[in-house]
């Protein structure tokens, strides 16, 4: 079983190649920002609680976060391996993310990062945010701040698995195929 964990700030390609990755290598994809949208889309309570942080571009909480992610891996016995998007976001997130899949007997595989700057992220967003809608990608000064709680927050995490071996960074700029072939060399490299 592969469980890739997919890593890069808000705009890095994460969505596009994760899909792309789950169709060449039969996982099932787990982006935490879809979860909160149908949660938010069907107005729950948690639908409810994340929407109030996503809309400063804040973290939603990680008991929330990884409640969620624990019960959607629970719910999915017949997955072949994860991938996932936009989790885990915090060190507490990795923690609970490895002793969860670690009780399962399938820990995390790889964590891949796509490397992007700032600049080309505003640029992406912003045209993003002209065909989806959501407001967060509309607003320069929101997208900002969601990179710097990405830099600030999240990019910790990444040396949670270099201390174990499992991170390896790849240029998140260029075609969307040359970033997923950069991709796959590293999957592919999982198990050769």
Not at 35 to 49: I, S, V
Not at 79 to 98: C, H, S, V, W, Y
Not at 133 to 162: C, H, M, W
């Amino acid at each position: 079983m592969i469980n890739l964990v997919l890593f890069g700030p808000p705009g890095s390609g994460k969505g596009t190649q994760s899909l792309k990755l789950q169709e060449k290598y039969q996982l099932m994809h787990i982006s935490t920002g879809d979860l909160f949208r149908k949660h938010m889309r069907e107005n729950t309570d948690l639908g409810k609680e994340a929407k109030s942080y996503i809309e400063k571009g804040d973290l939603v909480p990680d008991a929330v976060t990884i409640g969620m992610m624990n019960d959607k891996i629970e719910h999915s016995p017949e997955a072949k391996g994860f991938i996932f998007d936009g989790f885990p976001r915090t060190a507490a997130q990795a923690e609970a993310l490895d002793r969860f899949l670690n009780e399962k007997g399938t820990p995390v595989s790889k964590m891949i990062a796509l490397n992007v700057d700032d600049d080309e992220l505003v640029k992406r967003l912003l045209n993003r945010g002209k065909d989806s809608g959501r407001a967060d990608d509309q607003d320069e000064s929101i997208i900002r701040n969601r990179i710097e709680v990405y830099n600030e927050k999240t990019l910790p995490v990444a040396s949670f698995y270099e201390k174990q071996g499992k991170y390896v960074a790849v240029q998140g700029v260029g075609t969307i195929d040359e970033i997923f072939a950069r991709l796959c060399a590293e999957v592919d490299a999982i198990n050769g």
